[in-house]
């Protein structure tokens, strides 16, 4: 089963199997999971990366990134939900010289419009490197609060703006690898990217402004979108989060240089954000 998720996953930085039905929100916990946020001494090097991303955490074995939103919510990507059926939800936040924090999720909430596709673009064949996901969210109930101290650990503040402008700094907080087949790495480390116009992004034909913006690594180190960073959140430079990483260029059989990252736009997604959590 192992190797199967692995290949498959790679699709989609956490994909695994067919879309969750639309119409059904929630996904069923049928089984005690735990989320884990764990934290250990770091070289000064990584210190400045994780103060950075107080809000990140690593859920569904380090298949996915994720956001902290309040003390007792957590939003990632859709697709990472399709790994729960593996062996649990283990998340790793940013934490820096603390014990390990455990968490159980009370409930899984998927959007509804979520999809895989792409069905949109009524395509003849499927291409796996045409694949991509729309309105890519899941929200994660805590049945326990985290102790958010707004340094250490702190909630994410959430975008509600519907453009962005070209150009705008942004960044996520990644374990990821340099190619789909490759460990994922133990260390956070820090991504830099820049937003493009729909204009760019369009160049893709998957993309859809209305749910998803894209970025591209910004000089001299032009880092690019590769496994395992499905779900991490990608922030401005007053800490607001306006994407969750979705898909890229070529997807994840080229992890290079140069490459378009897709996120889904949190900004399309706020009011229903505000229905399910209140936040």
Known sequence: RQSVVLAVAAVLFGCACAAPNPGANDIQLNQKLSIEAKGAK??????????????????????????????????????????????????????TEVSSLYRFPKRLVIHPLFSIGPVWLNATEFNLKQAAARWD???IELEEPLPLDGKILAAAKLDDQPDLPAGLDVGYPSYSTDTYEAKIQSEMHGKKLSVQSNEVCSKLEQFKAEDMLCAKGRPPRYDFVCFSDSGSGLVDNNGRLVGVVSWAENNAFECRNGNLAVFSRVSSVREWIRQVTNI
Do not use: M
């Open 42 to 95: 770091q070289p000064i090097d990584t210190r400045a990366v994780k103060e950075r991303y107080p809000y990140a955490v690593r859920s569904f074995g380090g298949f996915c990134g994720g956001t902290i939103i309040s003390p007792t919510w957590i939003l990632t990507a859709g697709h990472c939900s399709i790994l729960y059926a593996g062996s649990g939800l283990p998340a790793g936040t940013n934490i």
């Open 137 to 139: 969210f899941l929200l």
